[in-house]
């Protein structure tokens, strides 16, 4: 084979589910996630997808065998790449994307979710790739916000607005006000306000919180123009990760 289809990917894990956010909500998806990540978020409950498992790469051959078996056995065409960071991998990673859609003929729908603290545009291939990207709010901790630079990444990429959706993990007053006014800023972009449930539904947002954003959703003159959608994280119900 081309050897620009050759690649190495550090691996979480490949598991079979449904998409718990965003845009894709509820659709049965193939997760491959990657791991290593040193992000850092205050709030991550994947802690343990920060390692890079050099114990468990994924070459084209592992890789091809495993999603052979995932369309035989389930179907799914939807693939979601995600972390850890993927973007940390962006090399590899990219040629995973092609090799996929060269030896599946196109038969899957590659996405990839990414913190956005980086660059989108490290993701090098010949497919359309839509992104799913956070931006890290000061929830997400000095750490995570020093490396996203305020979520100026996302918006200095070459990658069009219509191919990302911008995610914001909120659970109280002071994240929406901070999330509205990115959102304000950059009106081009299509955003999903994440309530951040936790793990088995530990965490709550308050429903007068709740209220309050869906009111000014629907009623503040900023949102015009706004393509925006409130959203729950279905797995953490799920308790699935
Ligand atoms: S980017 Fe994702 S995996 Fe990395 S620390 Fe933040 S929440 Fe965890």
């Keep these: 084979m081309d050897q620009k289809y050759d690649f190495k990917v550090a691996m979480e894990e490949i598991i079979y589910s449904i998409e718990g956010e965003g845009e894709s909500m509820g659709i049965p998806t193939i997760f491959i996630r990657t791991s290593g990540c040193t992000v850092g978020c205050a709030y991550c409950d994947t802690k343990s997808s920060w390692t890079v498992k050099m114990d468990n790469i994924y070459d084209n051959d592992r890789l091809f065998e495993e999603l052979t078996i995932a369309k035989n056995k389930t179907g799914i065409r ?38 956005g603290v980086y660059n989108l545009d490290l993701i090098k291939t010949n497919q359309q790739i839509f992104f799913i990207a956070d931006i890290k709010l000061k929830n997400a901790g000095s750490h995570a916000r ?48 994440s309530l951040a449930f936790g793990q088995n539904n530990k965490i709550k947002v308050r429903k007068d919180v709740i209220s309050e954003i869906a009111h000014d959703m629907v009623y503040d003159s900023g949102f015009r123009g706004v393509n925006v959608r409130l959203l729950i994280q279905i797995h953490k119900i799920m308790g699935l990760y």
Excluded: C
């Excluded at 899957?108 to 990414?114: Q, V």
């Design 78 to 115: 939807r693939i979601l790449i995600t972390g850890g960071e993927p973007l940390e991998q962006s090399t590899d990673v990219s040629k995973m994307i092609d090799f996929i859609d060269f030896k599946f003929n196109g038969y899957f729908n590659i996405e990839i979710e990414t913190s």
């Design 146 to 193: 020093n490396k996203a630079k305020k979520g100026e990444p996302i918006f200095s990429s070459a990658v069009k607005p219509n191919n990302i959706l911008i995610k914001f993990v909120v659970n109280n007053r002071k994240d929406w006000d901070e999330a509205k006014k990115i959102m304000f800023k950059h009106k081009d972009y299509f955003y999903a306000v």
